[in-house]
């Protein structure tokens, strides 16, 4: 993947005394603020010719801000190819392989979902992430309007998710509500056991909330960690078995619901093999295609 080519911007008088990351964003045209603290973060803005990794620091006018986001290798734990399952005017869905971050990270910008999408298909507003350990859909913006109201959705919780996530050692209960604070703020995680073998367990998992890491975290601290994870007693099989599969939008004056299913791929569901479980219980004719409910 070729990276980004480096950036010049000077500040005009509409944004002295913004913050650098509203700054960046701002005039950056491909960068949103989320992007521009990753690349403060990462050593590679400068201003007045000078490296700054502040974010808040206070921009003046005229001031030339500058960044050029150094390559990296491919991560080597990446599991095949990202697949675009709904492609529209105003979004993508995309099928996220495993091991592929979706924003750019301190180790740069190469690699990435949205390097993916920005070299291959135009430029992406990010809004909704998944781990880079975590596989499955992901709904990217292609205009700031639609950014801003995919975030309005996300924040009210009216886009369902579910993942399936396969743990051990296997939990006693069938179905349960995880409801604790992360990083101070209220979290609900629900999880209902689809297939059960004496070694693991598959659970469809829905989200009620979306912090970071979430099912992860959840998981792990009930004392069920998800295959994979880097946890106390944890099964290790090459990669994390979470797998976001379902992913729903629902309808406005404009569209009618969008529906997107993405099956575990074969790497998943061969792992889960190991295990027991043929997760044949999500395999439903919806698993193979993808629509929008007009």
């Known amino acids: 993947m070729a990276r980004p080519p480096p950036t010049n911007l000077i500040v005009p ?39 700054t990794g502040i974010s808040s620091r206070q921009v003046r006018e005229g001031e030339r801000i500058s960044w050029e986001v150094p390559a990296r290798r491919r991560e080597t734990g990446l599991h095949g190819e990202p697949r675009i399952v709904i492609e529209r005017d105003d979004l993508w869905i995309i099928d996220k392989p495993a091991g592929m971050p979706t924003e750019p990270t301190r180790s740069g910008w190469d690699g990435t979902l949205s390097a993916w999408l920005r070299h291959a298909h135009g430029q992406p507003f990010v809004t909704h992430r998944l781990d880079a350990a975590t596989s499955g859909l992901v709904v990217v913006a292609r205009d700031r309007a639609t950014q801003a109201e995919l975030n309005s959705l996300f924040a009210t919780h009216a886009i369902g998710r579910r993942y399936i996530a396969i743990v051990s050692p296997p939990p006693p209960w069938d179905s349960a509500t995880l409801d604790a604070p992360i990083d101070a703020r209220a979290a609900v995680t629900r999880a209902r056991v689809i297939e059960r073998s004496e070694l693991a367990v598959a659970l469809e998992v829905d989200l009620e909330t979306g912090r970071t890491r979430q099912i992860r975290r959840h998981l792990a601290d009930a004392g069920f960690p998800v295959v994979g994870e880097i946890a106390a007693g944890a099964r290790t099989h090459g990669r994390l078995l979470l797998h976001a599969f379902d992913l729903r939008l629902p309808g406005n004056s404009l569209r009618g619901p969008v529906i997107a299913t993405a099956a575990p791929p074969a790497d998943f569901v061969g792992a889960a093999g190991t295990l027991g479980l043929s997760l044949s219980a999500l395999a439903p004719p919806t698993m193979e295609t993808s629509q929008v409910t007009r």
């Open 13 to 51: 008088a509409s944004l002295a005394g913004e913050r650098l990351d509203r700054a960046i964003a701002a005039l950056g045209i491909d960068v949103s603020r989320g992007e521009a603290r990753r690349l403060i973060a990462a050593g590679v803005v400068f201003v007045a010719g000078r490296r």
